[in-house]
């Protein structure tokens, strides 16, 4: 505890978890004041991450990790994290919407519609930057989510919607054989370390509540879950013997346990599943391929779909929020963009007109396997489809012959998909199409997929994005290697391989790296050009510019044609504030004729 | 020799290079019959790799590696690859262009504007599935080039042009201490192993010629350089001891070797060095900030911009190809698309002009860093102020905050720009900023810029890009696993990631694999679906569809619009003829006059 990990440390001992700050870190807490409905505060700490610059400054960072990079974290894995969120203000249930004032519940989207922010969106706003009100008018609108089960108190509050930060989700749980509580807590704190948002439980097997019970307790992230799998399970894996009420049961089993999202494929109708025959690699999905066998059996619509109402209620109660599964994701380039993926979107859009009218709140999630060039158009069909909700991705892959480096076929697709406007990226790993992720694949599945969402955020000019960039490459043209680890997203990998071949410390603040050392160190002859010939680069008081007319014009013409080739993309610029105010103006017309 | 490798195979014995076969797959020849000017005829034999899969049937794919991957070379690294080149015809010299009818030179782009379609452009044609004529259209126009100095005569005829697969290429000879031949010329083969199409000599140090030669006489792939390297250390060091001279002689020196293409920084001119005094990070290219510190020590002009006329004819007397070098790239973010950048592009326009009129082949290099959004106009600006010479980009890298991971950072902005017509990638290894790149390193360079290149084509509807994702994804859904690891770009790594969890022979047909289990295996039950239901399924003859209306639609539209997007982005399709014909009319036109 307390000691800098690195990368390629050894897993926790027994009954551990891998705790103590990240390169150059402290763990901060801001705090920041809450005004709830009465009118008294609660004061809230919002975490962060200071990366401590050899300049004196820090600089800091969003931060997913939970207390497990504090410097000497008080930990019990038995009983948990903290049950923080019970002591903040859970307002009085609002009305579920326009079409169902008789439903009351509370959910951050009722909260929303009522103009109500909650500590959740006070939280969420002074985490990413925004105002809270920003992002009281996003979760109004169903264009953002806020996954936090009312029975998930230990989480620290995070938004998904296409005008905040992409954000990736880290799958876990897929062994059936557990050895031990730390060991399940193990991967998901790892994860979290390295930057995952979210979590998804996929465990299958006989241990999966137990398992599922020691993650939620110790997650300082949301926790997703696929209910099918242990409703599966109840059923001895036969699923046509599935029914509505094992299902519904086990819905209920976990929103009492505190999953905060569920994927539901209940857009896998009957008449979909021929659609899938002529593909090149059918249903790829569990869930979807389950749900079809199940249809199929005895030629009958989708048990999720004929009771998808009821679902809604109960997920409402809890304020879990939906993610409708696509069952009928394309597995393959040669799937993509087909009839059976777009017919199941369709369905998932109709269903989030229900979800949201019971007050549930929803998330739609994607492909898959994509080529570049069909990749924003699905982005498009998803917003105009579902109504804006936030779009979850796997991926996409953007090509098929990678196994093995399928987290980078996939970056590729969830950089270009997160940049059209996609709010969450599933993580695909090296291992995905082969094999067991283990520690060393979670960690670069979680690192790319920061990487590919980055990238979106800069691609989407999110409005901090670029503040990280500028602070990195400003240390590297400096010469501040420590810095330059410390900024990056993996320091313990950037360190070790600047070490391998140059470990000396005085290294570190050499004005060269091994690459090619120091008479080719363009940098280094960069520097000397501005200390050696001040005058004739018109230093001090700025350069003599000569700058070419048509150059000048191509600057200013780029800018100009990026940001509408950007629009044309169904892209939307953040704090777009003019667009907002009229949809929300729209939205509290709607509340109030409810009130 | 003829043993099956695994990627961690040790490397060969000292004096030895990697050799024999990749898995389950031999090295074919096709021969192909050239006819020659004076019409007699020249037999070719056209390298590729086969991969025998389960099937019986062969899957013929793209191959750089030459004989190494042959079961049993007959190698002699001292002499080197055979001569096979030096048995084709050389047409006569044809002249240089109609601004320049004086000038007879013998370069392949001066024989195709005088219609002459010579061996390497056959060899090329078939090679990647086009019609020799094509071949020769592209290169006339100048919108591809061949890579193939008279005095290299080893190697394997490859082409670089946007209508053409997307190139990658691997950087070698960082290290100033070399041991023995094999080293060197090991880390070509290496690389050309896994699909390099060019490998790059940027040797410093003492041994630059004889690590040079090594690497050219056994390169199958075509070889750059960067000329100033060289040079730099015949003065010392000191930038401003270089004279055009010593630099001329330089390259000479090179041409004469063998090298097909070199790096020439000549759009570093002395008042667009004023322009990099505000960036974040000044100027990260090695020939720039040389040429840089040149200009401005004495406040006088380039010689290479100076000299250019000269240059031009030196390089077009043995057909090397220039690759003209973007000095003032941004290596950063913040840089991206700035002032410096764009004026150095546009003089390289010119210079283009200049080099094409003397006969010269040319191709343009790129950046460097920069966010997504900024990258497809980068294409545009090229295109249009180069006069569609192929584009050659480094990366580029869409964000700076993932040292560690630049092949992947980078991956993301490569397969962006090779979607917008880039045509050929250098690639970027996980050490890129901070160290040397070892043996792995190359290689995970190599796979990650196959598959962005890979991606590119796709997303450009290469026509026959999609075969291998085909055969990859129907070997997945049939359980086909050796041929699912055949198929892939790192078949090694596909193998041994999938026995980590699952090593048993019977597990490599087994209907399942680690990551979901048999029980939860979609694609086991997606085939079962099949199987149980046929009449359900409307199957044989065809699924009954339902389809939505508005889904139908949807697809429809998706196809025109992704198609009517590609364009506006100035994607261009493959074999174009009408645009083409347009184009090529116009240059035999020139030709008619010169002729």
């Not at 501040?480 to 680890?485: A, G, I, P, T, V």
Request: hydrophobic content about 35%.
């Amino acid at each position: 505890m307390g000691t800098r990990l690195t990368a390629k440390s050894a897993p926790p001992e027994e009954g551990q978890v891998t705790t103590g700050p990240i390169y150059r870190s402290r763990k901060v807490y801001n705090t920041v004041t809450h005004t709830n409905t009465d009118g008294s505060t609660t004061d809230l700490r919002i975490p962060a991450r200071a990366i401590e610059l050899t300049t004196g400054e820090d600089f800091e960072v969003y931060d997913t990790s939970g207390i497990y990079t504090e410097d000497n974290p008080q930990l019990d894995l038995k009983t948990g994290l903290a049950k923080t969120r019970d002591e903040w203000e859970k307002p009085e249930a609002a009305p579920a919407s326009d079409e169902h004032p008789e439903l009351k519940v509370k959910t951050q989207l009722a909260w929303a519609r009522a103009g109500i922010v909650t500590p959740e969106m006070t939280f969420i706003a002074h985490r990413e930057g925004f105002e809270p009100e920003f992002v009281r008018r996003e979760v109004a609108s169903g264009r953002a989510v806020i996954t936090a089960n009312h029975k998930h108190p230990e989480i620290e509050p995070m938004i998904i919607g296409r005008n905040f930060a992409v954000k990736i989700n880290a799958n876990m749980g897929n062994s059936a054989v557990t050895s031990s509580i730390a060991e399940e807590v193990e991967k998901m704190v790892w994860a979290a370390r390295w930057g995952a948002d979210t979590i998804m439980d996929l465990s299958t097997g006989n241990d999966i509540h137990e398992t599922r019970e020691w993650i939620l307790r110790n997650s300082p992230v949301p926790v997703g879950t696929v209910p099918i799998y242990q409703a599966l399970e109840k059923v001895n894996g036969d699923p046509t013997k599935l029914t509505w009420e094992i299902y519904r049961d086990t819905v209920i089993e976990q929103c009492e346990q505190g999953v905060d999202y569920m994927t539901i494929h209940a857009g896998v109708l009957l008449r979909y599943v021929p659609l899938t025959t002529e593909r090149v690699t059918g249903i790829v999905s569990r869930g979807g391929s389950i749900m079809a066998a199940w249809c199929l059996d005895g030629h009958r619509e989708s048990f999720l779909y004929t009771h998808f109402e009821e679902l809604c209620d109960i997920l409402a109660s809890y304020d879990v929020t939906f993610s409708l599964g696509d069952g009928l994701r394309p597995g393959s380039i040669a799937d993509a963009n087909d009839e059976a993926q777009l017919s199941e979107l369709k369905t998932l859009g109709e269903l989030t007109r229900i979800a949201k009218s019971r007050g549930a709140q929803v998330m739609i999630e994607g492909p898959g396997h994509i080529p570049m060039h069909k990749i924003p158009i699905n982005v498009e069909w998803e917003e105009n489809w579902c109504d804006g909700a936030p779009f979850y991705t796997l991926g996409p892959l953007a090509t098929d012959i990678a196994p093995g480096y399928d987290h980078i076929t996939s970056a590729i697709g969830a950089a270009i998909i997160g940049q059209a406007g996609t709010a969450m990226l599933c993580y695909v790993t090296p291992k995905e199409h082969l094999g067991l992720p283990n520690r060393d694949d979670v960690k670069v599945g979680v690192i790319t997929y920061k990487i590919a969402a980055h990238a979106a955020d800069l691609g989407k000019s999110h409005p901090r994005a670029q503040e990280r960039d500028d602070a990195l490459s400003k240390a590297r043209f400096e010469f501040r290697w420590h810095d330059q680890f410390a900024l990056a997203l993996d320091p313990d990998t950037a360190l070790e391989y600047h070490d391998e071949t140059l470990p000396a410390e005085p290294a570190k603040t050499a004005h060269f790296c091994s690459m090619c050392g120091p008479k080719f160190c363009s940098m280094r002859i960069s520097q000397d050009i501005r200390d050696t010939y001040p005058a004739q680069l018109g230093m001090p008081g700025g350069p003599n510019r000569v700058v070419d007319a048509d150059v000048q014009a191509a600057v200013e013409e780029g800018m100009k044609e990026m940001s509408e080739k950007f629009r044309e993309h169904g892209g939307q610029l953040y704090l777009d504030e003019a667009e907002v105010e009229e949809e929300i103006q729209q939205a509290e017309g709607e509340n109030a004729s409810i009130n």
